[in-house]
């Protein structure tokens, strides 16, 4: 990201903040961490909803332990029908002629789900009813098809029918009822079902037929219509008649070019020449004239030009050159005359041959629409010949089956009634464990529907943020929670009570029982851990800057009640236990909150020293004589505390406190909706940023991330908060121990060497 060249952006830039940038949201892997499997799974959520897990199983539980509890007594009859011959002689009797619908069907046995369905239908168990009603009035149709129960036993060709009642006599009545009625059922409604099956199938032949006709008398039509028998035969026949028809335009096409090719010759020299060359007459005048030329050069040798013989000689040429000339072009006419006429004759015969082309060309295209009609008159045809002979063919299954007489159904075991032996005791233990497996389900849903981070690997996957360590659930944090001393034994009684009965009362059922009742009040008593991640978050933290040691941090969440101000006030007294002299210094101008905690006084703190003449020294108070952790509070609540913060005076007062501390933990207001903690981190080495695992919002902490990477903030890292850890085996163990006893379990839990400052944030601040 460009970095801007706004005052806060040097103010970063000034103390050295490399400026931590979250990484795009496309670039941030959208692949969700692989969930517990199995029994993890459910521990885990066991874990983070236990009040409605229990909530879920005691109701639960508490009502079927009633239910169970005042039942009354329970009786089922039930009687079996045999509903298909034994031998298969009969069975195959009903179908000897194995027709296509019939035939196949009745081959395969009866329809055992489709009967049973009919069985149970409302036409059949409503003439039940109202045979049973009048000696009956409280019996009611609903409950009456929800307790009867019909089934095949097996591969068998039985059918049993059940029937539940708290009524022993009435439960008899209705057994009764139903038997007599299927056994009528199956005497006159499925032969019933034979001659509607019968007519039914007369009445598709009749359609079918009358159908038929008319198609066939369609099909004669068409091929009156269009003369032909067979469209593909005729197509074929028009292909062969274009073919010729084109052999005879081409033979046209090129005697019409020959014939006006001679006629053009005719009109040039040369061929003139050839031309009448050919005429006899004109060969004979042409002879003579050549004839008296050789007499007249034969005259010459002898006399003069002027010598009569000459001159007649001369005169009898000048007379034929007339006859010759005018013999040339009488032929040469005949000659053109005659093309001329040809080439009238052969355009004629040309147009005859187009024309009739034209026509055939024209059937021809028509035929491929002719062709799908009658292709589709025949598959028609076909098509419902097909069909009547199937129902030729069933209709005579049908008339078998009808002339012969149906084989009643048997009953091979009368209507019977017995009393149900119930067991108290498995059916509270079923109850329990369905009301445990219900309340886990409930857990899930709700566990689905929370938008926010239940495991650390979760977090992980989704926000690209160093993790500086995790800090585990406390449980002095809900000791300590608005309680006095006395309050406090309480509940540490109350609590280990409530965990030894739920693991013994567990542990009667199984051992993984008792490992799920202890996930669900195990209130962690991690105190000692709970030290040990804010010494190893203090390590972490310089270890990221081992060039620049980190001087100066703020402290924020997304929200309240994430625990910022728990990390603040815990990590500042672990950083003294490790040798570092702290300052703490209150940033929550609005609502000042550390003095309370600390139980030190509010008269003069950071407030003071932003608005005031105050020099820094004099904000200082010492929380303890004998430790080096001291506190800036936050002095008088302010309306608009980032117009004093955001003032050169702040990072002077910083600049001054860091030469004499080793660490400056600064507890900053939540990010969201406040520009507070922004301005405090852009006067510090970067900030920490606390996420409340089962509490802090997704979206927020996204929309919070988005912020912080526009305005190029310095993220040092962030803190887990809540994580919460079992070790059951431990517990199974101690509690299976000889050594362990009921006394010892029922003592308050002995506290371990934790920090003195606790602050729970479980209510937001304001």
């Keep these: 990201m460009k970095e801007s060249s706004t005052t806060p952006t040097a103010i970063a830039s000034r103390n050295g903040n490399s400026g931590w940038q979250p990484p795009p949201a496309a670039s941030v892997q959208t692949r969700a961490p692989q969930s517990e499997e199995g029994m993890a799974q459910l521990l885990a959520i066991f874990r983070r909803r236990p009040l409605i897990v229990l909530s879920v199983a005691i109701a639960f539980f508490s009502y079927s332990a009633w239910k169970t509890l005042n039942q009354t007594a329970q009786y089922e009859g039930n009687f079996q029908i045999l509903v298909e011959p034994v031998n298969a002689e009969n069975a195959s009797l009903a179908a000897p002629t194995g027709g296509v619908d019939g035939g196949r069907q009745r081959s395969a046995g009866l329809d055992y789900a489709t009967q049973i369905a009919i069985l149970k239908s409302p036409e059949l168990l409503g003439e039940v009813f109202d045979e049973l009603r009048p000696t009956y009035p409280n019996l009611n149709y609903g409950v009456l098809a929800s307790q009867i129960q019909i089934e095949r036993l097996g591969e068998t060709k039985l059918l049993q029918i059940s029937y539940q009642s708290d009524n022993a006599t009435q439960s008899q009545a209705v057994l009764n009822a139903l038997s007599d009625k299927y056994l009528q059922y199956s005497l006159n409604e499925r032969q019933t079902y034979l001659r509607r099956g019968l007519q039914f199938v007369d009445e598709q032949i009749d359609t079918l037929g009358s159908r038929l006709a008319s198609l066939q008398t369609q099909l004669e039509d068409f091929q009156q219509q269009n003369s032909f028998g067979d469209p593909e035969t005729q197509s074929t026949q028009l292909s062969e008649q274009i073919a010729t028809l084109t052999q005879s335009q081409q033979a046209l096409a090129q005697e019409i070019t020959a014939t006006q090719s001679r006629a053009a010759i005719l009109q040039e020299d040369d061929g003139i020449q050839v031309t009448i060359e050919q005429s006899p007459a004109y060969q004979q005048l042409q002879d003579q004239v050549r004839a008296i030329d050789a007499q007249i050069a034969t005259e010459l040798t002898r006399f003069r030009p002027e010598n009569p013989a000459i001159q007649s000689l001369e005169k009898q040429r000048d007379n034929l050159l007339p006859l010759l000339e005018r013999q040339a072009n009488q032929f040469l006419d005949n000659r053109l005359a005659e093309a001329n006429v040809q080439l009238r004759m052969l355009n004629v015969q040309l147009r005859s041959v187009n024309e009739a082309k034209a026509e055939i060309e024209t059937q021809r295209q028509a035929m491929p629409a002719l062709n799908r009609q009658y292709t589709t008159l025949q598959k028609q045809i076909e098509i419902i010949n097909s069909s009547l002979a199937d129902f030729l063919k069933t209709r005579q299954t049908l008339q078998v089956e009808a002339a012969q007489r149906e084989i009643p159904w048997e009953l091979v075991r009368e209507p019977a009634t017995f009393p149900i032996a119930s067991d108290p005791v498995k059916s509270l233990v079923t109850a329990l464990l369905m009301g445990i497996a219900l309340g886990g389900a409930a857990a899930f849903a709700v566990d689905k529907l929370d938008n926010t981070y239940h495991t650390t690997e979760a977090l992980k996957a989704k926000v690209k943020l160093p993790v500086l360590g995790v800090l585990p659930f406390n449980q002095q944090l809900f000791l300590d929670e608005g309680a006095s001393l006395s309050g406090r034994r309480r509940k540490r009684k109350l609590l280990s009570r409530l965990r030894v009965l739920l693991i013994k009362s567990s542990a009667k059922v199984s051992k993984s029982m008792s490992a799920i009742a202890l996930s669900l009040l195990d209130e962690y008593d991690t105190s000692a851990e709970f030290v040990e991640s804010l010494r190893v978050i203090n390590a972490n933290l310089q270890m990221r800057r081992a060039s620049k040691p980190v001087r100066t941090i703020t402290i924020s969440s997304v929200s309240p009640g994430d625990g910022k101000s728990t990390l603040a006030l815990n990590w500042a007294e672990t950083a003294v236990s490790m040798g570092q002299r702290v300052l703490l210094i209150d940033g929550v101008l609005r609502s000042p909150q550390v003095h309370r905690v600390l139980n030190l006084p509010n008269h003069i703190g950071l407030s003071n020293l932003l608005s005031g003449d105050l020099k820094p020294p004099e904000g200082i108070q010492q929380v303890r004589p004998d430790e080096k952790l001291y506190a800036v509070t936050g002095g008088p609540p302010v309306d608009n505390p980032a117009s004093l913060l955001v003032l050169p005076k702040m990072r002077q007062i910083l600049s001054y406190y860091e030469k ?95 920090p003195e400052v606790v602050v729970n944030e479980q209510q937001p601040t304001p």
């Design 660 to 754: 004499f501390y080793d660490l400056i933990i600064i507890d900053a207001p939540p990010l969201s909706g406040l520009v507070d903690a922004g301005i405090i981190n852009l006067q510090t080495d970067g900030l920490v940023l606390v996420v409340r695992l089962d509490q802090t919002d997704k979206s927020l902490l996204q929309q919070t991330l988005d912020d912080l990477q526009s305005t190029n903030t310095s993220v040092l890292g962030m803190v887990v908060n809540g994580h919460k850890g079992h070790n059951i085996a431990l517990r199974e163990s101690a509690l299976s121990s000889e050594a362990a006893s009921e006394q010892t379990l029922f003592q308050p839990p002995v506290e371990a060497a934790t």
